[in-house]
């Protein structure tokens, strides 16, 4: 016991300032009397370490504490910029055709101008090649967690893109965009893999 609170006195004086240091040695001089366990020197400060100052005097715990509070906020500054950073839009050439991606499905206006732009020479391959390949992607309120209210949705490109097929040449790849719309169906029925 006696060395438990020896060493809880070691450590309170360490926190203390140098102004009341004269009344810490005085009830450590009373401690070391009372108990003869304790060799007197062992509860010396050592000549090395350096005191506070009384500014930089803080309770036991309140840096760990402070650390470990300043650390949740950095990691959670992180993520939200993380969530919240812009999405960049993708430089294209015919613009109102991404435009009309998104409507694919739901307005056969803009399923009309979303064809011809996918059958246009004038484009780059990469540009028609993403109107295909982001049928799962745009127009979608969530398109990593799709529901049932989307369902209708996804169906119908399915079966567009069944019938644009046939006028694809063989350089574009209609088939991984369309595994992801059937894994989107079954995603909102409740099934498939999550979407990555």
């Not at 040695?25 to 020197?41: C, G, H, I, K, Y």
């Amino acid at each position: 016991m006696a060395l438990v609170s020896a060493a809880v006195l070691v450590t309170v004086k360490h926190l203390v300032t140098v102004k009341h240091r004269p009344r810490w040695e005085a009830e450590l001089r009373a401690t070391n009397a009372q108990s003869e366990a304790v060799p007197a020197r062992s509860l010396e400060v050592p000549s090395q370490v350096e005191k506070p100052a009384p500014s930089e005097v803080v309770p036991a715990g309140t840096q760990a504490v402070e650390e470990s509070v300043l650390g949740a906020t950095n990691v959670k500054t992180q993520q939200l910029a993380k969530v919240q950073k812009p999405k960049t839009k993708k430089v294209v050439q015919d613009p109102l055709a991404r435009d009309a991606l998104a409507m694919v499905g739901v307005d056969p206006d803009a399923e009309m101008y979303w064809f011809a732009a996918i059958q246009d020479p004038t484009l780059p391959k990469s540009e028609r090649q993403d109107l295909i390949d982001d049928l799962n992607e745009e127009g979608l309120a969530d398109p990593k967690h799709p529901t049932m209210d989307d369902l209708l949705l996804i169906l119908s490109r399915l079966e567009i893109l069944e019938a644009v097929v046939p006028s694809l040449s063989d350089e574009f790849d209609w088939k991984e965009p369309y595994g992801d719309l059937m894994n989107l169906a079954e995603l909102a029925m409740g099934g498939g893999k999550p979407v990555q």
